[in-house]
């Protein structure tokens, strides 16, 4: 069942964080249906743009629609990931999405806040929500990339600002996590010392936290001994630090590039095992049901696992 982000959040905030995971394809989207029944746990289907120009837009509502009624127990939300003003648009006006990303936190605080506040009305008019982001992750986001220089973490008071000039429903918080395989060098931890403050200025509203996937490594030990060239000092964010984040408003935990390690480690070991085999439904079935027990081990680590009975009960 599709459902609002807003109705998620507001039965999830303090308690767990919703998942959202990127999809791109057919393999994927089953894995993530699976998956989220196998753990019982309500979960957010991102699509970025590249998503959308990949897998056809059409394709990916048809794909999404489908597995509603193959998997009718799961309840999710649907969600434009780090749209630009005009792919937002499109999705508002397209009737199918619960929620769209804008993200113009490249731009200058005040640009930013003008084209946050049009997409706002026109998704409000629809009763669509929106995540917005201010300060800036390091990594790539679709093709803007930012250096590490440049990453910001939020300014508390300019966060509290933000929302109230912009009327978003979710906030992208920059706390020390990037996209990508490469966050962190050696151990490093989130800056809760800066969530706490942003929470202390927003209480109740719900923060999303990008970047998040943990870049496991023996996921990169296994695809670099399987004839990939990753480097191995390629660090993520430590998943127990998830329940950290819960209490400190943490609503949203977006995890894309973890995904794309269990798709590579599969693909890879597959064909050095089997070098003679050419049918890609072989390792396919591997990766969908490899998917769906990452997608089950992160919901319980965001603490969503579980909680469809309750979800249930409190929508009515
Ligand atoms: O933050 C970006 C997400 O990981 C989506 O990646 O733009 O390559 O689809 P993508
Ligand atoms: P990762 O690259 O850590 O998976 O982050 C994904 C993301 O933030 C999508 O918006
Ligand atoms: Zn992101």
């Known amino acids: 069942m599709i459902v609002t982000t807003k109705d998620l959040f507001r039965i999830a905030y303090g308690k767990f964080a919703v998942g959202a995971y990127n999809i791109n394809n057919m393999e994927q989207c089953i894995g993530l249906f699976q998956g989220c029944t196998a753990s019982q746990a309500p979960f957010i289907i991102q699509i970025s743009k590249g998503a959308r120009k990949y897998a056809l837009v059409k394709m990916l509502e048809g794909l999404i629609r489908t597995a509603e009624e193959l998997f009718p127990e799961t309840i999710f939300a ?3 990931d780090h749209g630009d003003e005009q792919t937002c648009y499109d999705c508002i006006d397209s009737g199918f999405y619960s929620s769209v990303m804008i993200d113009a936190s490249h731009y200058p605080f005040d640009e930013n806040v003008a084209i946050t506040q049009r997409v706002v009305s026109r998704a409000h008019a629809k009763g669509i929500s929106v995540e917005a982001e201010l300060g800036m992750l390091g990594g790539v986001e679709e093709d803007i990339k930012v250096d590490e220089k440049h990453a910001m973490l939020t300014d508390p008071d300019d966060a509290a600002r933000y929302v109230q000039l912009t009327g978003c429903d979710s906030l992208a918080v920059a706390i020390g996590t990037s996209h990508g395989a490469y966050k962190f060098k050696g151990r ?42 990753m480097d191995p000092s390629a660090r993520g964010v430590d998943e127990d630090e998830f329940a950290t984040a819960v209490p400190l408003g943490v609503t949203k935990v977006n995890i894309d590039t973890d995904g794309r390690l269990v798709w590579t480690r599969v693909h890879r070991e597959y064909f050095r095992d089997e070098p003679a085999k050419i049918d890609f439904r072989d390792p396919g079935k591997i990766f969908m049901a490899e998917y769906a027990s990452f997608i089950a081990h992160k919901n319980e680590k965001l603490g969503s696992a579980g909680r469809l009975a309750e979800i249930r009960a409190a929508l009515g």
């Open 78 to 80: 649907v969600h434009l």
């Open 188 to 229: 490093q931890s989130l800056h809760f010392e800066r969530l706490a403050e942003i929470q202390a200025r927003l209480p109740g509203f719900p923060l999303v936290m990008h970047g998040s996937s943990s870049v496991p490594q023996e996921e990169v030990l296994r695809i670099n001994a399987a004839g990939g060239a």
